[in-house]
């Protein structure tokens, strides 16, 4: 017998005599196929194959009995398979579970619910997150998950959790990131708010304070401004908090950058008292770096920043291991050297294209002196100090983002940009 299933309909003696082929790819063929009897699929859902088993895990005319056979299977994939099938039917399920099939449905969801596998559930998460039309416990189940690419996506998202579980899951001491999911839900109430400011997570406080929908009652802000000059990371998202008293932008100019003051100057109407107490923290907060900056430039005689030298410089044999080294240690005088080194670019112009802090041009510059997107990516991070939201990341967590004409694109922007304004 071929091992191929041609398209045309098969009789249902066929079907059964191809269910029980040696060969497992002509049952797998059989098992992909959508006219196939309920019989046979649920007898194929118990074949010795793995690669059988998945294909009727994803196979949509797979009758909801033989799904549930799938629940407990051995092979992973066949799981996520399964998990993914049956989550892609759930908004089209009502809540009253009105027919047999929608029964198991729910009954088969609720069990991937409780998978293993992490994957499983995660599948599971990410599918109803956004979904009204399923059971409170097995949303409230996910909701309180061990691993946060589970319970993450739900906390952040179900509309079917209530304030009411939203407080027992921060009074529980959930998992790590927990807190953060909660924090950028849409319209956090002010209860829930209180309560992940009184947990005193950091990270948690930061992101509820850059949620603008976030309702965040004016004492509990007192309580954040009164720890927020240790904190740094709850300052800038602080500035950026809509509608904050003039109290509130008179405490905050005590402690953040002179930066964040031109900012928080710039985005609240402010006035004219605390107008002047910005203009003054300004100016004291300039003071000591102008000052410093005039005294590097007494001892060094120079204003202009050092180039690296490219004479008598080896770079033939830097691997990326090496300029990861070099630039861990923060070596800058050996991380310029070797890109020069690499690229053939003059010493200035390299200096220029990391003191750009274009993201692009940066991550060009890597491709040129051939290194990997992995190194491309901390010469972003450590050499150019790109923030970690505007660097660029690998594609599929190693290629560059961009094809090879881009990446020379960009830097032959750059050059002839550069040497038209010298």
Not at 83 to 111: C, G, H, M, N
Not at 189 to 196: L, M, S
Not at 237 to 252: E, G, K, M, N, W
Not at 292 to 305: D, F, I, L, V, W
């Amino acid at each position: 017998m071929s091992s191929s299933i041609e398209p045309a309909a098969l009789s249902y003696a066929e079907q059964k005599q191809l269910a029980r082929d040696g060969d497992s790819a002509v049952r797998r063929e059989l098992a992909e196929r959508s006219d196939i009897r309920p019989e046979v699929l649920y007898f194929l859902a118990e074949d010795e194959a793995p690669e059988v088993r998945r294909a009727i895990a994803v196979n949509e005319s797979t009758p909801r009995h033989a799904d549930m056979l799938l629940v407990e299977d051995p092979d992973d994939e066949a799981r996520c398979n399964l998990a993914r099938k049956i989550t892609r039917l759930a908004p089209q399920l009502s809540r009253e579970q009105r027919s047999q099939v929608e029964k198991l449905t729910f009954e088969i969801l609720d069990r991937m619910a409780r998978d293993q596998l992490t994957q499983v559930r995660q599948i599971v998460a990410e599918e109803v997150k956004h979904l009204d039309t399923i059971p409170e416990e097995l949303i409230n189940r996910l909701a309180r998950d061990a691993e946060t690419a589970v319970c993450g996506p739900v906390l952040q998202y179900s509309p079917l959790l209530t304030d009411e579980d939203l407080l027992e899951i921060i009074e529980s001491e959930p998992v790590r990131g927990a807190l953060s999911a909660i924090s950028k839900r849409d319209g956090v109430r002010a209860p829930v708010a209180d309560a992940i400011v009184h947990t005193q997570d950091e990270t948690a406080v930061a992101t509820l304070l850059a949620n603008s929908s976030a309702q965040i009652r004016e004492e509990t802000l007192d309580q954040i401004i009164e720890q927020a000059p240790q904190k740094p990371s709850w300052h800038s998202p602080l500035v950026d908090r809509p509608h904050l008293s003039q109290t509130a932008v008179q405490r905050i100019t005590q402690f953040v950058t002179a930066s964040l003051l031109t900012k928080l100057e710039a985005r609240h109407k402010l006035d004219a008292d605390t107008s002047r107490k910005v203009a003054k923290a300004v100016g004291e907060r300039l003071g000591p770096q102008k000052k410093e900056k005039k005294e590097k430039k007494r001892k060094t005689g120079k204003s202009r920043k050092k180039k690296p030298r490219d004479e008598n410089f080896d770079a033939a044999g830097i691997d990326d291991d090496r300029f990861l080294t070099a630039l861990s240690g923060n070596d800058r005088d050996f991380m310029l050297r070797a890109l020069v080194g690499k690229t053939h670019y003059s010493g200035d112009m390299v200096q220029r294209m990391m003191d750009s802090q274009n993201p692009r041009v940066v991550t060009a510059l890597a491709w040129k002196a051939g290194f990997r997107m992995r190194t491309a990516l901390q010469l972003q991070l450590r050499g150019a100090r790109i923030s970690h939201t505007r660097v660029l990341n690998p594609r599929d967590g190693v290629d560059y983002p961009f094809p090879e004409a881009e990446l020379e694109r960009q830097l032959e922007f750059f050059t002839d940009f550069y040497s038209k304004t010298r």
